[in-house]
């Protein structure tokens, strides 16, 4: 591997990381290591390789209320809530994380 793609691919993997850390102090599935893993693993996947159609289940997969999905900057993951109806603090908990995320 190439030293750029490898810079590339290192900071790819802690922005997976760095989300996931973020957001398992919210949902409670991210402290599953294997769980974890997973979703860290797609995040670094789509920020080395950016994919519109990106998105990861971060709660409950049955339930599938919040989701991470591609930001409109290549990459980058934003947070949604898709319950129905959404709960009242649905939309300051989004805003929050979403502000969090642009952070990292």
Same mark, same amino acid.
């Given at each position: 591997? &190439? !030293?750029? /793609?490898?810079?590339?691919?290192?900071?790819?993997?802690?922005?997976?990381? @760095? =989300? =996931?850390?973020? #957001? &398992?102090? /919210? *949902?409670?599935?991210?402290?599953? %290591?294997? !769980?974890?893993?997973?979703? &860290? !693993?797609? =995040?670094?996947?789509? @920020?080395? !390789?950016?994919?519109? &159609? *990106? %998105? @990861?289940?971060?709660?409950?997969?049955? #339930?599938?209320?919040?989701?991470?999905?591609?930001?409109?900057?290549?990459?980058? =993951?934003?947070?949604?809530? *898709?319950?129905?109806?959404?709960?009242?603090?649905? /939309?300051?908990?989004?805003?929050? #994380?979403? /502000?969090?995320?642009? @952070?990292?």
């Amino acid at each position: 591997m &190439a !030293t750029d /793609e490898h810079t590339i691919k290192v900071s790819a993997d802690a922005y997976g990381a @760095a =989300v =996931v850390q973020l #957001l &398992a102090q /919210e *949902f409670s599935d991210l402290s599953d %290591e294997a !769980t974890a893993e997973i979703v &860290a !693993t797609a =995040v670094a996947r789509h @920020a080395q !390789t950016p994919d519109d &159609a *990106f %998105e @990861a289940i971060v709660d409950n997969p049955a #339930l599938a209320n919040w989701r991470l999905h591609a930001h409109d900057t290549a990459g980058r =993951v934003r947070i949604g809530c *898709f319950r129905y109806p959404p709960a009242a603090r649905d /939309e300051d908990r989004e805003r929050r #994380l979403n /502000e969090a995320l642009d @952070a990292l």
